[in-house]
């Protein structure tokens, strides 16, 4: 093939390794970012695992990587996109703990990436990842730079911020690395931890909702499994409003119990109450697989009606993201 490789175009290449030759193909992504990957056959694996022994039997076992050199691979390119030569070396330590410096400037370069991807406008991953490694990242290997952005895009996930295509949250980061990123996220002012505090005042949870809804939310909050109970002359729960914010958001200015727009429009947008399907009184969540987003008639009727079980059964019934939970309960 003369040609350069094309978005989603799959670029069959041939690896060179201490002379055996080895199978495998490039693909361009489609998306803005035309990030290129490069894919290998299972014999290339095995001439992986025999220069890298003691990462892959680790790896095999799920065992801690970080007191392993890492293990770094580079290509040369032989004859256009076709042919690569491979050379694999172990580099510095895996564990080598970041610095505030370098984590600041991971995170920064994340939030322009961002910034970029949210207005639309072009950009290339490998370039900021370059600019790093060439700057503040100099001693971090490339995937480890990599690695450390799906770190960040697990922080944001759970903390219901937008995250990057393409930097799939990690499914492990320490809790150190979590707290540093937050601490750097209020530093440069897009994290609040007062935003996403749960409370038992109403006005204090829609306070912190409508910050959350001006700001944008994303992904799906945890919520809270047992909310903190305050007894006085009656017991009270606290309220995560980031479990308010997305049901609001996710219901679109629609009615989840008659599938109506809102009434009318509020401070937050189209005025719609947030329901427990079984109430926190008697041990219900608060989580999105717990509330629902209603008018005020549908939430009247789930209190007051004469028909409110039916009712409630019908809600369970359009709403699939929802618990099944007793009848009785939902009272």
Same mark, same amino acid.
């Given at each position: 093939?003369?040609?350069?490789?094309?978005?989603?175009?799959?670029?069959?290449?041939?690896?060179?390794?201490?002379?055996?030759?080895?199978?495998?193909?490039?693909?361009?992504?489609?998306?803005?970012?035309?990030?290129?990957?490069?894919?290998?056959?299972?014999?290339?694996?095995?001439?992986?695992?025999?220069?890298?022994?003691?990462?892959?039997?680790?790896?095999?076992?799920?065992?801690?990587?970080?007191?392993?050199?890492?293990?770094?691979?580079?290509?040369?390119? =032989?004859?256009?996109?076709?042919?690569?030569?491979?050379? =694999?070396?172990?580099?510095?330590?895996?564990?080598?703990?970041?610095?505030?410096?370098?984590?600041?400037?991971?995170?920064?370069?994340? =939030?322009?990436?961002?910034?970029?991807?949210?207005?639309?406008?072009?950009?290339?991953?490998?370039?900021?990842?370059?600019? =790093?490694?060439?700057?503040?990242?100099?001693?971090?290997?490339?995937?480890?730079?990599?690695?450390?952005?799906?770190?960040?895009?697990?922080?944001?996930?759970?903390?219901?911020?937008?995250?990057?295509?393409?930097?799939?949250?990690?499914?492990?980061?320490?809790?150190?690395?979590?707290?540093?990123?937050?601490?750097?996220?209020?530093?440069?002012?897009?994290?609040?931890?007062?935003?996403?505090?749960?409370?038992?005042?109403?006005?204090?949870?829609?306070?912190?909702?409508?910050?959350?809804?001006?700001?944008?939310?994303?992904?799906?909050?945890?919520?809270?499994?047992?909310?903190?109970?305050?007894?006085?002359?009656?017991?009270?729960?606290?309220?995560?409003?980031?479990?308010?914010?997305?049901?609001?958001?996710?219901?679109?200015?629609?009615?989840?119990?008659?599938?109506?727009?809102?009434?009318?429009?509020?401070?937050?947008?189209?005025?719609?109450?947030?329901?427990?399907?079984?109430?926190?009184?008697?041990?219900?969540?608060?989580?999105?697989?717990?509330?629902?987003?209603?008018?005020?008639?549908?939430?009247?009727?789930?209190?007051?009606?004469?028909?409110?079980?039916?009712?409630?059964?019908?809600?369970?019934?359009?709403?699939?993201?929802?618990?099944?939970?007793?009848?009785?309960?939902?009272?």
């Amino acid at each position: 093939m003369a040609h350069d490789p094309q978005p989603g175009e799959h670029l069959p290449v041939e690896m060179v390794f201490n002379g055996a030759k080895y199978e495998a193909y490039i693909a361009i992504e489609s998306s803005p970012t035309h990030r290129t990957r490069l894919f290998w056959q299972k014999d290339f694996v095995k001439a992986l695992a025999s220069a890298f022994p003691s990462h892959f039997a680790m790896a095999q076992n799920s065992s801690d990587l970080s007191n392993l050199p890492s293990a770094e691979m580079q290509l040369t390119r =032989l004859d256009g996109f076709q042919r690569y030569m491979v050379t =694999l070396r172990e580099g510095g330590p895996l564990g080598a703990e970041w610095t505030d410096e370098e984590m600041t400037a991971a995170v920064r370069a994340y =939030l322009a990436m961002r910034e970029q991807e949210y207005m639309g406008a072009p950009y290339r991953k490998a370039d900021f990842n370059r600019k =790093l490694r060439e700057g503040a990242l100099a001693r971090r290997s490339k995937a480890s730079v990599e690695y450390r952005m799906q770190n960040i895009s697990a922080v944001l996930k759970e903390i219901c911020e937008p995250t990057i295509k393409g930097y799939l949250p990690a499914k492990n980061i320490g809790i150190q690395a979590k707290e540093k990123v937050l601490a750097i996220l209020e530093q440069l002012g897009h994290y609040s931890p007062e935003d996403y505090k749960p409370d038992f005042d109403e006005k204090t949870v829609d306070e912190r909702v409508k910050k959350l809804l001006k700001k944008g939310i994303s992904g799906v909050p945890k919520g809270q499994e047992k909310p903190q109970q305050s007894v006085k002359s009656s017991t009270t729960y606290a309220r995560d409003p980031s479990v308010k914010a997305w049901i609001l958001k996710n219901s679109g200015g629609i009615c989840e119990g008659c599938l109506s727009p809102a009434p009318f429009k509020g401070d937050n947008g189209p005025y719609l109450e947030v329901h427990h399907m079984v109430n926190l009184a008697q041990g219900g969540p608060d989580t999105i697989k717990n509330t629902v987003a209603l008018c005020p008639n549908c939430h009247r009727r789930c209190h007051i009606s004469i028909e409110k079980e039916a009712f409630v059964f019908e809600i369970y019934s359009k709403v699939p993201r929802l618990s099944k939970a007793p009848l009785d309960q939902s009272k």
